[in-house]
């Protein structure tokens, strides 16, 4: 149980074309979805956190208008990344987490989904 | 500050040996903690966590992790490494409450194994 997955695991894109990232719990309904993003060699960094069908929380210095994150519903949310840039390249990941009765409980991570920009 | 220290960045040991990682945290509620696996290219598999009870949890793969509130460490350890468990290792802390319950990552621990 608790598995996630992510839609592509993999996607190239010219700069200034913007890339949609899925990300899905499968087998239970994920109140709480994060994204985070993971330079080579280095460990995670939240970007946002979104709860279904409220605007997500983005960590200091993450522009929301160039990360557009939706949670629709509870078993799926997306990042998109508008007018990307090579700069923007880069291994992003999403967890979700399933939230009992206000306890926040663990999270599961997706499989991540590798952005180049050319 | 919230924070969590990996002492080690790279370690390497051989097939069969015994395995410790280190993780020291900062945080000044009852934390919640975690160890997860990253191979390459992939994104992180839970290994184990520890919310509340005995301070010896047992995890996946034959991992197990001690937490030690006196020492704010929570230490992950294998018996026997096998050639399969080279990959990156992150700890975490996070906690029930607050408005987000967000995890702190450690910077990870690169774990090769020997042959």
């Known amino acids: 149980g608790a598995v996630v997955s992510q839609h592509p695991s993999r996607v190239i894109c010219k700069s200034g074309t913007s890339v949609k990232i899925e990300c899905r719990s499968l087998?239970?309904?994920?109140?709480?979805m994060f994204w985070y993003r993971q330079f080579p060699k280095q460990s995670l960094m939240l970007m946002a956190t979104?709860?279904?069908?409220?605007?997500?929380?983005?960590e200091q210095g993450v522009e929301k208008d160039k990360f557009l994150i939706n949670h629709a519903s509870l078993t799926l949310s997306t990042l998109t990344v508008t007018s990307a840039h090579p700069e923007d390249s880069s291994f992003y990941i999403c967890?979700?987490?399933?939230?009992?009765?206000?306890?926040?409980?663990?999270?599961?991570f997706g499989p991540g989904t590798r952005l180049t920009v050319l | 500050a919230q924070s969590v220290t990996q002492p080690d960045i790279h370690i390497t040991v051989s097939e069969g040996a015994s395995l410790e990682l280190r993780c020291n945290y900062s945080?000044?509620?009852?934390?919640?903690l975690f160890w997860y696996v990253q191979s390459p290219g992939q994104g992180l598999q839970l290994l184990l966590k520890?919310?509340?009870?005995?301070?010896l949890v047992q995890g996946i793969k034959g991992f197990e992790a001690e937490f030690k509130r006196s020492q704010s460490s929570f230490n992950l350890r294998k018996p026997s490494v096998h050639w399969s468990d080279a990959a990156e290792y992150f700890c975490?802390?996070?906690?029930?409450?607050?408005?987000?319950?967000?995890?702190?990552f450690g910077k990870g621990t690169k774990l090769s194994v020997k042959p």
């Open positions: 520890y919310f509340s009870g005995d301070t």
């Open positions: 967890s979700a987490r399933w939230d009992k009765a206000g306890r926040k409980d663990t999270q599961y």
């Open positions: 087998d239970f309904q994920a109140t709480t």
């Open positions: 979104s709860n279904e069908g409220s605007k997500a929380t983005y």
């Open positions: 945080y000044g509620a009852t934390p919640y």
């Open positions: 975490a802390v996070g906690a029930s409450g607050g408005s987000q319950g967000n995890l702190i």
